[in-house]
């Protein structure tokens, strides 16, 4: 599985394309094709304090990008990238039509990160999955 990602970079370059379309089309691509109506967004699970739906794309996005690139020095530009896109693509639904900057949404991407981060802080501590 690792290997495939390894070999297939492409796949983390096509989600992330993927995400920053969604994060910049005025709008809701999703709310259009599962409710027919570009103003709602379809909810994964109920929002607590953090956007759930922001929270699982950039889990999703960094997990696909820690399997991706596994040399130590490009993991350091991958999250100080990520942590970046997730900061900018929110700041952009400032100017966005049909989009607003909301905290709960920031904060569920820069969790949505830190949780990848942490949990290979963890398996690289204490050598889980270690041949």
């Given at each position: 599985m690792i290997k495939?990602?390894?070999k297939k970079k492409l796949l983390f370059y096509f989600i992330n394309f993927l995400v920053i379309f969604l994060y910049v089309f005025p709008g809701s691509i999703l709310g259009l094709i599962v409710y027919n109506d570009i103003s709602v967004q379809p909810q994964v699970t109920p929002d607590l304090v953090i956007s759930s739906?922001?929270?699982f794309v950039f889990l999703f996005l960094t997990l696909?990008?820690?399997?991706?690139?596994?040399?130590t020095i490009d993991r350091k530009k991958l999250?100080?990238?990520?942590?970046?896109?997730?900061?900018?693509?929110?700041i952009f639904h400032l100017?966005?039509?049909?989009?607003?900057?909301?905290?709960?949404?920031?904060?569920?991407?820069?969790i949505?990160?830190?949780?990848?981060i942490f949990l290979?802080?963890?398996i690289n501590k204490y050598g889980f999955f270690k041949k």
């Open positions: 495939f990602f390894l739906n922001h929270f696909v990008g820690f399997l991706s690139y596994l040399d999250i100080i990238y990520l942590i970046f896109l997730s900061i900018i693509l929110e100017a966005i039509p049909e989009r607003s900057f909301q905290w709960s949404d920031l904060f569920g991407n820069l949505g990160v830190l949780v990848v290979n802080n963890l």
